[in-house]
């Protein structure tokens, strides 16, 4: 299960997604089985849902038990009471808090580099391009990690982290603002929590969650469905291009070039398809060229009278 | 010593202006989408000719959101969006056979598997949260005034435009 919440939060990277063959360990997945648990002591309390959860003979609810007799008041075995997570409508603390755990756990794979200079630089022109976003109240947080993969990542929240193999294919500080200004723009437009959001809420409705008490693997195995159905699911090519469009707005907001995004889908495209850096973006991502068409469609004249932007080549951190 | 710093510093500007934004003048290119040849890169100059999907164009220069072309049939400026660098996607598997053939594709494959040159399957399988790295990440945290200055240190002043619309 938490192998499919993963590739789901990050299927929205920009030039690639997760797509994971087997079953993981993230401990993403703690989140989800809080909200679950949380779900549950509801129901228990006497919540929205008269359920068999509620009868103290239960058999099937260990994992929420507690050694107090069940006839004991609940506030004492729930205490201190963890608030419910609202996949209906996260607070933006709840979205920062799951964007936290998906981006924990990609650090987990792929850490940041050891490079002070460079994390500071990136977060400089990262928080920049985004106060250029109708969320610039989000505390906007930017990472290089260690991978040679061209990719760059987004989580709810405001976390997003782009590989370094794809850093050290920048020119220009204009073509990071671009990259950086994509990601942003999942953020901002909640691509993937809409996604894990819609799975959450046709797989936990309250009446059904009385009936899968217990049995959390499975539950999460009937809510989100096979693998395949995510990946599916994850290839929403209208919010790539959709970021694609605001990716570059943002960044010539921002006083940057208004192609430093383009120039980097271009570079992306002439990547050796069977390079293993970009195995599973071509896979499971648009084409660069089809982006970069369907961005040429957009923008037709709608520049044409906006002042040339920078490009700032030479503040561009070289990593060593 | 001063003149070797001179020298290096020349060397420093000659491989930045030959570091492409975009390739040197006469780079293989596609169109991505049928568009019209102008006589100068602006929208209402003179119409010179017509691209057609995946013609072959040789790219001459950049000048803002335009660029130099030069195809069979004509020359002149289309906008930047329309040619994709690099030849037709069929020359571009073939490509590919040949960095497969001389073993360069396998190398990035074999090197992957260490987690740190890619993100194999395997590695986030086995990857766990790490509230070490995720402090780090933290701690790197900018305000939004934060930002502006560090635009104002680079002469990047913030410009009112609207989103664009998608296209069908
Ligand atoms: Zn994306």
């Known amino acids: 299960m938490n192998k499919l919440l993963f590739s789901l939060f990050l299927a929205a990277g920009i030039f690639g997604t997760f797509s994971i063959p087997q079953a993981q360990a993230l401990d993403f997945g703690k989140v989800l089985k809080d909200a679950v648990k949380d779900k549950v002591e509801e129901v228990k309390n006497g919540g929205e849902t008269p359920a068999p959860a509620a009868s103290p003979n239960n058999a099937s609810s260990p994992a929420v038990e507690t050694s107090a007799s069940p006839a004991a008041t609940p506030a004492v075995a729930t205490s201190p009471a963890q608030p419910e997570f609202n996949w209906k409508n996260p607070s933006q603390q709840e979205e920062i808090a799951l964007g936290r755990e998906i981006t924990g756990s990609l650090l ?128 929403d090519k209208d919010a790539e291009f959709e970021a694609d469009r605001m990716g570059m707005i943002l960044a010539t907001r921002a006083g940057y070039d208004a192609y430093g995004l383009a120039d980097v889908l271009q570079t992306i495209g002439q990547t050796n398809k069977n390079d293993s850096s970009v195995a599973l973006l071509f896979k499971t991502h648009p084409a660069p060229d089809e982006r970069l068409a369907k961005l040429g469609d957009s923008v037709g004249g709608n520049l044409d009278n906006i002042k040339a932007g920078k490009t700032l080549e030479n503040r561009l951190y070289k990593l060593n | 010593m001063r003149n070797c710093l001179k020298l290096l510093i020349l060397i420093g500007l000659a491989t930045s202006l030959a570091s492409p934004i975009l390739g040197l003048a006469g780079d293989a290119g ?50 930047l969006l329309s040619v994709k660098r690099g030849a037709s996607s069929s020359a571009n598997n073939g490509k590919g056979v040949i960095d497969v053939a001389s073993g360069r594709a396998g190398t990035g494959q074999v090197v992957s598997t260490t987690g740190i040159r890619g993100l194999s399957a395997e590695d986030l399988k086995a990857a766990k949260f790490n509230e070490e790295e995720m402090k780090k990440m933290e701690s790197h945290t900018l305000s939004a005034r934060d930002g502006q200055s560090f635009a104002s240190a680079g002469g990047l002043n913030a410009v009112k435009l609207a989103y664009l619309k998608g296209a069908k």
Do not use: C, M
Not at chain 1, 153 to 161: D, E, S
Not at chain 2, 31 to 39: E, F, G, S, V, Y
Not at chain 2, 59 to 71: E, P, R, S, V, Y
């Open chain 1, 108 to 235: 987990g794979a792929a850490p940041l580099v050891k490079d002070e200079a460079l994390q500071k630089y990136v977060n400089q022109v990262g928080r920049w391009v985004a106060n250029q976003s109708e969320r610039a109240d989000l505390p906007w947080k930017f990472g290089v990690i260690e991978s040679n993969d061209l990719n760059a990542f987004a989580a709810p929240g405001g976390y997003v982290l782009i590989t370094k193999g794809l850093y050290q294919k920048l020119h220009s500080e204009a073509q990071l603002a671009g990259v950086l200004g994509h990601e942003i723009a999942h953020v901002v437009k909640k691509h993937q929590l809409k996604v894990l959001q819609k799975q959450q809420l046709l797989g936990y409705g309250a009446g059904k969650l009385s009936d899968l008490l217990g049995k959390n693997d499975k539950l999460a195995k009937k809510a989100l469905g096979t693998g395949a159905e995510i990946s599916a699911r994850s290839l």
């Open chain 2, 30 to 79: 596609t169109a991505l989408k049928t568009d019209t040849i102008r006589a100068e890169p602006f929208a209402d100059a003179k119409t010179v000719g017509s691209l057609a999907k995946n013609d072959a164009v040789d790219i001459l220069t950049k000048k803002g959101a335009w660029l130099q072309i030069k195809t069979k049939k004509s020359a002149g400026w289309v906008r």
